[in-house]
T-cell receptor, first 116, second 115 residues
Framework: GAGVSQSPSNKVTEKGKDVELRCDPI?????LYWYRQRLGQGLEFLIY????????KSGLPSDRFSAERTGESVSTLTIQRTQQEDSAVYLC??????????????FGNGTRLTVT | AQSVTQLDSQVPVFEEAPVELRCNYS??????LFWYVQYPNQGLQLLLK??????LVKGINGFEAEFNKSQTSFHLRKPSVHISDTAEYFC?????????????FGSGTRLQVQP
């Protein structure tokens, strides 16, 4: 596709429910990143994929958060037993190579998650 | 660990006026520096980056930024802004030579260009 696609664009869920967020990266991009942005704050790194392996999961805030990627394509971020503090915009980005220095990140428009 | 501070959450400016968006960082290792821009209803896109060499880097749409190592700053400037520059601007850093791929972002500065 033309860019990074994320779905849904908005998600409202009740506290305690599980949610799944989807990211379709740009075709051919081997690297994929998840970030989240809470209101009024900067982007927080969550996890990085190179292909379908995740060499850096250091940003996942708790074991309620998990992510997977099939091949060098779609990634899903799953949040179990959602809490109100999980409310944020979840952003996905992809890049052409491992090196973010020479290959810029291309971001999707994000999924706005609201936990009531 | 690194951190990025963007002191100004909002910067209002009149069209054709100059603008400077401030960014300061702290890090225990050398860093690469980036500015990303998010136009309304669009995803973030790279505006410019500093990897090495000349400390003055030029980006798209007439923006430039200067890396100042002693002041740990990477301020973004434009001599004359347009209405179309209205957007949110994010400063970001990444570690050099550690293998860590994650970017650390600031909280963003909303630039509002008024006619």
């Amino acid at each position: 596709g033309a860019g990074v696609s994320q779905s849904p664009s908005n998600k409202v869920t009740e506290k305690g429910k599980d949610v799944e967020l989807r990211c379709d990266p740009i075709s051919g991009h081997t690297a994929l990143y998840w970030y989240r942005q809470r209101l009024g704050q900067g982007l927080e790194f969550l996890i990085y994929f190179q292909g379908n392996s995740a060499p850096d999961k250091s940003g996942l805030p708790s074991d309620r958060f998990s992510a997977e990627r099939t091949g060098e394509s779609v990634s899903t971020l799953t949040i179990q037993r959602t809490q109100q503090e999980d409310s944020a915009v979840y952003l996905c980005a992809s890049s052409h190579t491992q090196g973010i220095y020479n290959s810029p990140l291309h971001f999707g428009n994000g999924t706005r998650l609201t936990v009531t | 660990a690194q951190s990025v501070t963007q002191l100004d959450s909002q910067v209002p400016v009149f069209e054709e006026a100059p603008v400077e968006l401030r960014c300061n960082y702290s890090s225990s290792v050398s860093v690469y520096l980036f500015w990303y821009v998010q136009y309304p209803n669009q995803g973030l896109q790279l505006l410019l980056k500093y990897l090495s060499g000349s400390t003055l880097v030029k980006g798209i749409n007439g923006f430039e930024a200067e890396f100042n190592k002693s002041q740990t700053s990477f301020h973004l400037r434009k001599p004359s802004v347009h209405i179309s520059d209205t957007a949110e601007y994010f400063c970001a850093v990444s570690e050099v030579d550690t293998g860590r791929r994650a970017l650390t972002f600031g909280s963003g500065t909303r630039l509002q260009v008024q006619p």
